[in-house]
C-alpha cells in the first residue's frame, strides 16, 4: 500500500530555517504531484504548496512570500519542503500528501505529519 513518511521537523527559533522531507512508498512516485499541507492549533489544514510530478509546475499558497520551497528527488521518491526565515506563525503540524497529476487538489494519500514549533 501507498506510504507517506515525513521527517525533518522540530523545535527551532524564529529567523531559523528548517527542511521537511517525505519519504513516499507503494507506487511509481514519479506519476503522481506532490504537496505540503499545515495545521495549527485550533485551525483548520491549510495548503502550503504543490509540485507537479515531473517537477516542472510548482505553486505556492500565497502568505508564503517565499520564504518556502518545495521541491522532489523522483530518483528518491522524496519531497521536500524547505523553509526559511520562519515565524512563530508557522508553528503547526507538517503534512505531505500524494495525489492526481491531472485533477489538481485531488490527494488521495496523506503521511502522519511533523511537528514544526518555531519560538519567538
Known amino acids: 500500500q501507498v506510504q507517506l513518511v515525513e521527517s525533518g521537523g522540530g523545535l527551532v527559533q524564529a529567523g531559523d530555517s528548517l527542511r521537511l522531507s517525505c519519504e513516499a512508498s507503494?507506487?511509481?512516485?514519479?506519476?503522481?504531484?506532490m504537496a505540503w499541507f499545515r495545521q495549527a492549533p485550533g485551525k483548520e489544514r491549510e495548503f502550503v504548496a504543490r509540485?507537479?510530478?515531473?517537477?516542472?509546475?510548482?505553486h505556492y499558497a500565497d502568505f508564503l512570500k517565499g520564504r518556502f520551497t518545495i521541491s522532489r528527488d523522483n530518483a528518491k521518491s522524496t519531497v521536500y519542503l524547505h523553509m526559511n526565515s520562519l515565524k512563530p506563525e508557522d508553528t503547526a503540524v507538517y503534512y505531505c500528501?500524494?495525489?492526481?497529476?491531472?485533477?489538481?487538489?485531488?490527494?488521495?494519500?496523506w503521511g502522519q505529519g511533523t511537528q514544526v514549533t518555531v519560538s519567538s
Open positions: 500528501a500524494q495525489g492526481s497529476e491531472l485533477r489538481v487538489g485531488v490527494y488521495d494519500y
Open positions: 507503494g507506487r511509481t512516485f514519479s506519476s503522481y504531484a
Open positions: 509540485i507537479s510530478a515531473s517537477g516542472a509546475y510548482i
